[in-house]
T-cell receptor
Framework: NAGVTQTPKFRVLKTGQSMTLLCAQD?????MYWYRQDPGMGLRLIHY???????AKGEVPDGYNVSRLKKQNFLLGLESAAPSQTSVYFC??????????FGPGTRLTVL | GENVEQHPSTLSVQEGDSAVIKCTYSDSASNYFPWYKQELGKRPQLIIDIRSNVGEKKDQRIAVTLNKTAKHFSLHITETQPEDSAVYFCAASNGAAGNKLTFGGGTRVLVKP
């Protein structure tokens, strides 16, 4: 099992560009999450999903959109990137109320 | 919403000594408290968790204690080793839809040989 994987690992964008981050899990987990990690601020929840076709806002959703068209995939989109979105993005998944398993992260820089 | 505060932000200990990290939470409905370890450049990984019906849980050199009345929980690492050097995050969840976690700001632990 690959667990939770993320694509890409690194990306540099210019202000105003758009991109999509892909998260995939092969553990048949119902719940999936997108976090951002900034120095000294821990992990903050952007959006989450409790099942295929459902999404909900987390703590810091502004500037991001998500989609969960298939149970195993959770996409995070930035429509118009801003320097404030420079961060490390982690995807996670869990089976209902159990442990969250994290992906390896995507380091995004917005110039 | 939930607010989790974590102290200290950095902790330096001598190899073999103990390390203690403390977290407080605000939502009295929180009932699940995991601890994650994140090595430099790696993903967070669960090291131990506790649910609100238990006051203490141990796993080899690590233990977590929970005081529901005071709304705080702590991570204890005994006989620290250099490989314990990492950033540790506490988190809390009330088990509502999505079992969302609210994380503390993290503690950078350095174990000096």
């Amino acid at each position: 099992n690959a667990g939770v994987t993320q694509t890409p690992k690194f990306r540099v964008l210019k202000t105003g560009q758009s991109m999509t981050l892909l998260c995939a899990q092969d553990m048949n987990h119902e719940y999936m999450y997108w976090y951002r990690q900034d120095p000294g601020m821990g992990l903050r929840l952007i959006h989450y999903s409790v099942g295929e076709g459902t999404t909900a806002k987390g703590e810091v959703p502004d500037g991001y959109n998500v989609s969960r068209l298939k149970k195993q995939n959770f996409l995070l989109g930035l429509e118009s990137a801003a320097p404030s979105q420079t961060s490390v993005y982690f995807c996670a998944s869990s089976y209902l109320r159990s442990e969250q398993f994290f992906g390896p992260g995507t380091r995004l820089t917005v110039l | 919403g939930e607010n989790v505060e974590q102290h200290p932000s950095t902790l330096s200990v001598q190899e073999g000594d103990s390390a203690v990290i403390k977290c407080t939470y605000s939502d009295s409905a929180s009932n699940y408290f995991p601890w994650y370890k994140q090595e430099l450049g790696k993903r967070p990984q669960l090291i131990i968790d506790i649910r609100s019906n238990v006051g203490e849980k141990k796993d080899q050199r690590i233990a977590v204690t929970l005081n529901k009345t005071a709304k705080h929980f702590s991570l204890h690492i005994t006989e620290t080793q250099p490989e314990d050097s990492a950033v540790y995050f506490c988190a809390a969840s009330n088990g509502a839809a999505g079992n969302k976690l609210t994380f503390g700001g993290g503690t950078r632990v350095l174990v000096k040989p």
